[in-house]
């Protein structure tokens, strides 16, 4: 009996779990609006931005003054911010020959980096490709771009005169790669012969990427959940020391204390805007991918949809932090960021308790992953 007992209480919470999933109406319908009104557009935008830090690389080896270093590092941060509305994007054409790495592997590596530096061969994005992600993509070229133990002016100065050609050579042909990698994303969500688009909005006829329209909406909700969980655990509560679980290789470790190595874009100082730019792309999914919506035709959730909306919107209402988010947690002053983790936690909770069922999705293991 106790056993019996025992067994019913394991597996208790599954069936109820499966219970509250119910599948919404109308859902083929919702994958167009999310590709054509969400995807499309934040692809377009981050293709464009590729292709503007690539023209600007050039610019600013042509003539390494400081009013062009400038210009490049914006384009850099650009497109740093508009890769970042698509992290809940990584699926499908984004992580086929691991793009994703390719444009944003962490950290850099800094061996490699210095090894082209210093090497005498030609640097060209085929040269840089050959070596691997660790040399290439958005945070190698932040690497080569910005330095915090260094001025702005003494910055620019390694780019210039003959031993700053190198590393000016460096960043146009990393600059050009990325906008390779990044324009290959973009047209495979272009409405272009047989693209990914085509196939994730008919998803329902079954085609050679997706089985139905319940497994994209499957993968797409997993995804938005993990990068809520990102959000809030890895960019936010780690870096914050907030006592959040970080499986290692060998062994589960607790975070207890700060540390701002951890932040995001830590080098270039924008590690709250990277995470504004999460959750801009989540809201972006949500809201102009008529999920939202589609929650609010339904009695039962439409109180849902306008928590996740006030949330969202009370998120990006917080204000930049004057200071340096890596300053403030290097000087334990790390508590002037607490509003964004709670917040960016209330919300992560509400994707994972309501959202997720209420779109007929059951996260699994690997959604519950956002490493």
């Known amino acids: 009996m106790f056993k019996q007992l025992i067994l019913l209480l394991c597996l208790a919470p599954t069936t109820l779990w499966a219970q509250a999933v119910t599948p919404l109406p109308d859902s083929g319908g919702l994958l167009v609006s999310i590709t054509e009104k969400a995807i499309q557009p934040l692809y377009r935008e981050l293709d464009k931005a590729g292709e503007a830090l690539a023209q600007q690389s050039k610019v600013f080896c042509s003539n390494p003054d400081q009013a062009n270093f400038t210009a490049v590092r914006q384009a850099w941060v650009e497109t740093l911010l508009a890769w970042q509305r698509t992290d809940a994007l990584l699926f499908g054409p984004a992580v086929e020959n691991q793009r994703d790495f390719n444009v944003h592997f962490t950290p850099p590596k800094k061996l490699v980096i210095q090894k082209h530096l210093n090497a005498s061969t030609a640097l060209t994005p085929d040269t840089i490709a050959q070596t691997g992600v660790g040399g290439r993509g958005l945070p190698a070229l932040e690497w080569l771009l910005f330095d915090r133990e260094q001025p702005i002016d003494a910055q620019l100065k390694t780019f210039q005169q003959d031993t700053g050609k190198r590393r000016c050579a460096y960043v146009q042909a990393a600059s050009e790669l990325l906008q390779g990698d990044l324009h290959e994303i973009a047209q495979a969500w272009a409405d272009e012969g047989d693209s990914y688009a085509k196939a994730f909005k008919t998803a329902a006829q079954g085609n050679a990427h997706l089985a139905n329209t319940q497994q994209a909406l499957d993968t797409l909700v997993g995804k938005i959940y993990q990068s809520s969980e990102k959000i809030a655990k890895n960019r936010l509560g780690n870096p914050l020391g907030k006592g959040l679980v970080s499986s290692g290789a060998n062994h589960d470790t607790v975070q207890n204390q700060s540390n701002a190595y ?39 959730n439409q109180a849902l949809a306008e928590q996740l909306t006030t949330a969202i919107e009370a998120f990006l209402k917080l204000p930049v932090p004057e200071t ?37 999705v059951q996260l699994g293991f690997n959604d519950n992953d956002g490493d």
């Not at 790390?334 to 709670?342: K, P, T």
């Open 262 to 300: 951890q932040l995001e874009a830590w080098r270039s100082g924008y590690a709250i805007q990277s995470v504004r730019a999460n959750m801009q792309g989540l809201q972006r999914l949500l809201v102009d991918g008529g999920i939202l919506a589609q929650l609010k035709t339904q009695t039962a």
């Open 324 to 360: 340096d988010p890596f300053e403030l947690i290097s000087q334990g002053k790390g508590a002037a960021l607490d509003d964004y983790y709670q917040r960016a936690e209330g919300i992560r909770s509400l994707i994972r308790t309501q959202l997720a069922p209420a779109m007929g």
